[in-house]
């Protein structure tokens, strides 16, 4: 009986023992020192983070305008096209045939507005000259002068409508063929040759054109940061696919107008790109970053030796091996460092806090 509680004690001591080792090796393993760092000179740039994707604002969406069966289709997916270039035919017979009619009509009329100038001006030497008949009287040759005036407008209205009929026919031919509105490049084909197009059919689009040298960032800014955001000012893209990739762009509008995503208001903004960059696609997803405000060359400070309030920011320097509290004047901060505008100079050092450490640092 005495053995067993000899062990008992025993055991319950090791426990002890172990327990107060653990404690003191945690103890001593959180106890981490801070670090110190040089003030340096450097610049520091205040940004505002867009989210979106590129875009190709400027895409056609081409169509026949008329049914039938596609003659032709005159280019590949990918291929680069220029303005006023023809795409794509339907077979158009009864088309063709009645721009074919509608012109012989003009010409008709053109001579029969000819016929009918000449039949009034007959009509005018006739009444200058008294008649070429017996017993012509002058209230009958100004008859005639109205009859040959009337039938003469008659003839050139008629020539109008003749026109208006050709220029009708000639647009309905049009609606047969594709033509590109600009320069660009072929990004799909929906259709084939001998392929029918129904009426039904005429709303889906037959060959989308993409202009690639105009491209933008469409993105959304935070409620938070809009109102610092301004058109003209400059920002920097970096792209998923292009990881190497930094694109100088500049801030071309922000919406007045609010969207709810996920909760969240954030307002529409459209940056446009400088330069020409390769291999670039419409949709990849951007960020970007705007510059607010940028300093160069400034005093810094890493934000988390930063102690005390906003209106009465303090650091800690170590001089001498001492350390010593000292009041700042603060500047611009990109939300790492902060520009430091007295109270420090070059190559001063500052304690910055260790990770974990209580602090009254007001950027935390």
Not at 287 to 307: C, S
């Amino acid at each position: 009986m005495k053995k067993r509680r000899t062990l008992i004690i025993v055991i319950c001591l090791v426990c002890i023992g172990i327990v107060l080792g653990i404690v003191f090796t945690r103890g001593r393993g959180s106890e981490v020192t801070p670090t110190v760092v040089e003030v340096t000179r450097g610049n520091i740039v205040k940004t505002v983070f867009v989210d979106g994707n590129l875009e190709m604002p400027n895409k056609a969406y081409l169509s026949f305008g008329v049914t039938g069966t596609v003659t032709e289709v005159l280019v590949d997916e990918g291929n680069n096209v220029t303005r006023d270039q023809v795409l794509a035919r339907l077979d158009a017979p009864s088309l063709e045939s009645s721009v074919e009619m509608a012109e012989l009509q003009v010409k008709i009329a053109r001579e029969q507005v000819k016929a009918a100038l000449a039949q009034y001006e007959i009509a005018l030497i006739n009444l200058d000259e008294g008649g070429m008949l017996p017993g012509d009287s002058e209230e009958v040759l100004e008859l005639r002068v109205e009859m040959a005036k009337a039938s003469w407008e008659t003839a050139k209205l008629n020539l109008k409508i003749a026109e208006l009929n050709l220029e009708s026919a000639e647009l309905s031919l049009d609606k047969a063929v594709i033509v590109a509105p600009f320069d660009g490049v072929v990004a799909d084909i929906t259709i084939n040759e001998g392929k029918e197009i129904t009426a039904a059919a005429l709303a889906a689009p037959a060959i989308t054109l993409v202009d690639t040298s105009e491209i933008q960032m469409r993105g959304f800014v935070d409620e938070i940061d809009v109102a610092m955001v301004r058109v003209g000012q400059a920002a920097n893209i970096t792209l998923d696919a292009l990881s190497d990739e930094v694109l100088e762009g500049r801030v071309a509008f922000v919406s007045p107008t609010g969207t709810a995503r996920v909760g969240v208001v954030s307002y529409d903004t459209t940056i446009t790109l400088e330069g020409p960059v390769a291999n670039l696609k419409d949709g990849m997803t951007a960020i970007a970053e705007v510059v607010i405000e940028r300093r160069d060359d400034v005093l810094a400070i890493p934000n988390r030796a930063i102690r005390g309030t906003s209106a009465n920011p303090k650091v800690i320097v170590l001089v001498d091996g001492q350390e010593e509290e000292r009041e700042i004047t603060l500047g611009l901060s990109d939300g790492i460092n902060t520009e430091v505008l007295s109270g420090l100079e070059e190559g001063d050092k500052v304690v910055v806090p260790a990770s974990g450490r209580s602090s009254t640092n007001f950027f935390t």
